[in-house]
């Protein structure tokens, strides 16, 4: 069957380190996302792919990027990790604006 | 800032009771969505509403959508207390080659058995 997961799915992370976490889908989907999701925000999109090699900006993008080298994988890395960075974080795929998206079980991390 | 936000926060039923959940949005949208997310879990796609859709239903769940009030409202009836969880609006602005998603914040449901 086919599914997205991301790993690892909990990590512990000192402040100024470099971090990324995976996330891969077996949907071929064209379309995946990153989001991050806090207490009183809710989910905050922070980078998102329409295809192979094109990546975009979302609106909480800074300290963070991403890369589209095939239509599986979007990973995301954090370049110098900060403690506001503390949250979680999914990862979501979907094959085009008129459908839903399907989500990663999540990355819990914690950045101290 | 959040395109969707859902009203109440929060929201305590007893089982069998229907349960209502209302969005606001803030745009023009090409469609808008709702989630499920169990505690700890990621969230799980429920119904989708076009733009040119005013209601919608999916065995318990049925969604209306006023675009000229830029709202919209989930009811799941006959509640179970399986159905707990933190429901999400989201709303997708339509994009040249794909759509985004600007979710709520949420509506945290509890169905007291």
């Known amino acids: 069957d086919a599914e997205i997961t991301q790993s690892p799915r909990h990590k512990i992370t000192e402040t100024g380190r470099q971090v990324t976490l995976a996330c891969h889908q077996t949907w071929n989907h064209n379309n995946m996302f990153w989001y991050r999701q806090d207490l009183g925000h809710g989910l905050r999109l922070i980078h998102y792919s329409y295809g192979v090699q094109d990546t975009n900006k979302g609106e909480v993008s800074d300290g963070y990027s991403v890369s589209r080298s095939n239509t599986e994988d979007l990973p995301l890395t954090l370049e110098s990790a900060a403690s506001s960075q503390t949250s979680v974080y999914f990862c979501a795929s979907s094959p085009g604006y008129i459908y839903g998206y399907t989500f990663g079980s999540g990355t819990r991390l914690t950045v101290v | 800032s959040q395109q969707g936000e859902e009203d109440p926060q929060a929201l305590s039923i007893q089982e069998g009771e229907n349960a209502t959940m209302n969005c606001s949005y803030k745009?023009?949208?090409?469609?808008l969505q709702w989630y499920r997310q169990n505690s700890g879990r990621g969230l799980v796609h429920l119904i989708l509403?076009?733009?040119?859709?005013r209601e919608k239903h999916s065995g318990r769940l049925r969604v209306t959508l006023d675009t000229s009030k830029k709202s919209s409202s989930l009811l799941i009836t006959a509640s179970r207390a399986a159905d707990t969880a933190s429901y999400f609006c989201a709303a997708a602005s339509q994009e040249t080659s794909g759509s985004r998603l600007t979710f709520g914040e949420g509506t945290q449901l509890t169905v007291n058995p």
């Open positions: 745009t023009s949208i090409n469609n």
């Open positions: 509403i076009r733009s040119n859709e």
